[in-house]
């Protein structure tokens, strides 16, 4: 036979002989690797899908927007489960240089039906210019006339979400729903919104005029859960957000509001993304130090076992670049394996873990170059050694091994 073929075939054998040899330590090297790559893949995700979420929130926002929103006052208070801000707070924002609108958002959990259908939902309060400050735009039908919001009409319009919900692909324009006793006719279905922060659906809501609310839903005539100011385009947007909270502080302690802009935005989520990569990171860097360790010791023990076997293949014609190179192979199959597992897991813990955090879920196809970068350069590193002592043995010595 020809010793590069007997080499060829000595070689492939020694590679699937040496992972099969030890099966348990090979295997608990592969699940170390497999745990660190999985954490590697879930923050690139989550550090994906925080970025996505904070543009998507950013944009229901607005750029040149700042949301005012109630806090719940001191933990300590009997009351902080009050809305703590109010008209009076509107009032004196709108005189802020600077400010081009101003609307307010009063809103209650009400149980919505249509026939013996039902589900809980949010009933909005629209006041005159409630839909252009919070950027609400027209998808089906019609928005509110002028005199609609000086009345008590019995009308109202609703999310995509819920009109999917209710009245799946028909036309839900003139039908009827009832909020909790109240029967409304449906006259507009606006714009998908998409969803807050907490996961919840902002198309999953349906809006009154304000006189309307008060009257059939909710008879609140003071208090508020948010304020939306939009700027006009020449305002120094600092200075503005400086003032806005120098006015709240007047009248409130700094538990009875939160001002939300998108910097803020920003810095909640680098924080947020900080913590994830810091703690993620650290776990998968100790998976893939612990999986190095166990792979390098599991080539040295080898080393000492397959010494005979390293004997013949040098006797054979084989070089000490032959050698390293079989070890390198055996480390290579090993990290690709975890690799492939640990991706696995990884997109297994985006599908499932992602939305418990309220993150948007993202399978980032670059966490696979990754992924097989991290373990390869692991298995190359905890290979390096074993396999230079494994091609420096002595040809002699090795032969007379296993007499």
Not at 73 to 82: A, F, I, N, Q
Not at 107 to 121: D, G
Not at 150 to 166: D, V
Not at 181 to 203: E, N, Q, W, Y
Request: glycine share 6%.
């Amino acid at each position: 036979m020809d010793a590069l073929l007997l080499n060829r075939e000595l070689f492939i054998v020694s590679v699937v002989k040496a992972l099969w040899q030890n099966p348990a330590r090979t295997l608990f090297a592969l699940s170390a690797i497999s745990l660190g790559i999985a954490s590697l893949v879930f923050i690139v995700a989550a550090i994906q899908g925080s970025n996505r979420q904070a543009q998507s929130i950013i944009q229901l926002l607005g750029p040149n927007s700042i949301f005012v929103r109630s806090g719940f006052g001191d933990k300590s208070s009997v009351r902080r489960l009050t809305y703590r801000i109010d008209l009076k707070d509107l009032e004196n924002l709108k005189h802020i240089y600077g400010i081009r609108a101003a609307s307010y958002l009063l809103l209650k959990q009400k149980r919505i039906s249509v026939e013996s259908e039902a589900r809980n939902a949010y009933a909005v309060a629209a006041a005159r210019n409630f839909l252009d400050v919070f950027d609400y735009r027209p998808y089906k039908g019609r928005f509110f006339y002028p005199r609609e919001y000086s009345s008590f009409p019995k009308i109202c319009i609703i999310g995509t979400e819920l009109a999917k919900y209710f009245f799946g692909s028909s036309n839900p324009l003139g039908r009827k729903i009832k909020v909790s006793r109240t029967t409304f006719t449906i006259v507009g279905v606006f714009a998908p919104k998409g969803k807050l922060p907490s996961g919840k659906s902002l198309d999953d809501r349906l809006i009154i005029p304000i006189k309307s609310y008060r009257k059939f839903v909710e008879p609140e005539y003071r208090r508020i859960f948010a304020i939306k100011l939009k700027l006009e385009p020449y305002a120094d947007y600092d200075h503005v957000v400086s003032m806005v909270k120098q006015v709240m502080a007047k009248r409130h302690s700094k538990d009875d509001f939160v001002v939300i802009t998108p910097e803020t935005v920003r810095k909640f989520l680098n924080i947020f993304n900080w913590t994830l990569s810091l703690y993620l990171g650290l776990a998968s860097l100790v998976a893939l130090f612990i999986s190095g360790f166990v792979m390098s010791n599991i080539f040295f023990i080898n080393v000492k076992v397959r010494a005979w076997e390293i004997g013949i293949r040098r006797a054979i014609g084989a070089t000490r670049q032959a050698i390293i190179w079989q070890f390198v192979a055996e480390a290579l199959t090993v990290s690709i394996a975890g690799a492939a597992a640990g991706s696995i897991i990884g997109f297994m813990s985006i599908k499932w873990i992602t939305p418990m955090l309220g993150i948007p879920t993202v399978y980032p196809m670059k966490s696979l170059v990754l992924a097989i970068a991290f373990s390869s350069v692991t298995g190359l590193l905890s290979v390096l050694m074993p396999a230079r002592a494994a091609s420096r043995l002595n040809m002699v010595s090795a032969l007379k091994s296993r007499l």
